[in-house]
């Protein structure tokens, strides 16, 4: 009898759970989850103590706010009217750091994968998340490629910063 009780509580915390859970970084987990996708988070070793760290792909999601990380041309991304010079230098400061943690990433021979809150929201995020999935396989797939050939020592930093300009 009190185990039944237990079950059906959990059950309802549980649902009650995944109801709440539809924070943009809980989108993307649970897409990557179910699709077989295994990784780790806030992993402590690496710069910018990326949201999502896939080891098998070499690569770090950053699931990032559009006004806290100056998404441009996004309609998120609005300065406020007042205090207009403070919320600049904080969005701007920000955006800095995203880049120097990119490039860091990039020089330890990692992917970085910014994914903005407004391609999550429900009318996007089909597209956001398949199009994710197809960037991680094709990195994997790249990677593979790339290791049967010699690279010459100069190649990785290019490749880091044209990921980078990607990434502006
Ligand atoms: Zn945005």
Known sequence: MNDVLTIEQRHRCMSHVGAKNTKPEMVVRRYL?????RYRLNH????????????????????????????EGCRYYTIPKTNTQFWNN?????????????HELATMGWHS??????????IKREETL???AYTLNRIFLQDRTVKRYEIPDDEPMMAAEN???CNM
């Open 113 to 122: 994968i910014t994914v903005w809150e407004c391609e999550l929201k429900p």
């Open 90 to 102: 904080k969005v701007q400061r920000n955006k800095k750091r995203d880049v120097k943690v990119q």
């Open 130 to 132: 398949k199009s994710l």
């Open 44 to 71: 402590p070793r690496l710069p910018g103590k990326p949201d999502i760290v896939l080891r098998k792909y070499r690569t770090c999601i950053f699931i990032n706010g559009c006004f806290w990380h100056g998404h």
């Open 163 to 165: 990921f980078c300009n």
């Open 33 to 37: 989850w179910g699709h077989g996708y």
